[in-house]
């Protein structure tokens, strides 16, 4: 009798010692940064604003083999949504990853074949205020969206109908935050057969090769700067 009275009276100390914890301790309890659920990201096949493509001042157009490849293409818009607790966030980095498959042309008389490849890429945003709903974004050019969309027939709608794997890391003023963005975290398996529950580190697969860079910020696109209001600042690096 006298050890469970000592255990609830430990109990309840801890719990006053909490609650009387100053405002500033509780606020560091919480997560500064979350992310939006997987439904909520946008991931679609997007053409250059006509404004941009009209404005042009060259007389002279490259002659492509593959005039999808051209950078009035299309482009693949990935944009992840998330929250900030605080005020101000002086500086917040993501890296993406994105499940891709690198066509590897044959020489004359073979058949073409493909090699499962990360694409990632890296953004920081700075000074970023108090807020219910941010997006972070990256970009696929055009001709990288032929390269890396494999073998399959219009296989660049395999990543506008969120079939291929998602993932984001983020850092809090340089600290990793402990939450992550996974697009297919709610299912088993993805639906390549990668990722979900079951492979959630398929980024990190053996038979991966991670091309950095290869994804881009919107200030190295056409979108820029006519999308300026819908993201944070960026930092330059």
């Known amino acids: ?27 560091h309890a919480k997560p500064n940064i979350g992310f939006g659920k997987p439904a909520e990201a946008e991931i679609s096949l997007v053409r250059i604003p006509g404004a ?32 900030t607790a605080k005020k101000i966030t002086p500086e917040i980095k993501f890296k993406f990853f994105l499940e891709g498959y690198e066509v590897l042309e044959a020489e004359t008389g073979g058949k073409d074949t493909e090699k499962f490849v990360i694409l990632s890429g890296e953004i920081t945003y700075r000074d970023v205020p108090q807020g219910t709903r941010h997006f972070a974004a990256m970009f696929l050019p055009p001709s990288s969206l032929i390269r890396f969309a494999g073998l399959k027939p219009n296989g660049q709608v395999e990543w506008s109908q969120n079939r291929m794997n998602l993932r984001v890391e983020a850092w809090d003023q340089g600290a990793p935050i402990e939450e992550v963005f996974d697009l297919q975290s709610e299912k088993e398996k993805g639906p390549s057969g990668r990722g979900g529950k079951k492979d959630s580190d398929w980024h990190k697969a053996a038979d991966a090769q991670e091309i950095p860079g290869v994804l881009l910020p919107i200030t190295e696109t056409p979108f820029w700067p006519k999308d300026y209001k819908h993201y944070p600042q960026l930092k330059k690096i």
């Open 1 to 27: 009798m006298k050890c469970a009275s000592h255990f609830l009276w430990t109990l309840f100390l801890i719990a006053f010692s909490f609650d009387h914890l100053p405002a500033q301790s509780k606020e």
């Open 52 to 83: 941009v493509a009209s404005g042009s001042t060259t007389t002279k157009d490259p002659v492509l083999k593959d005039p999808k490849a051209s950078q009035d293409g299309e482009w693949l818009r990935i944009e992840v949504p998330f929250s």
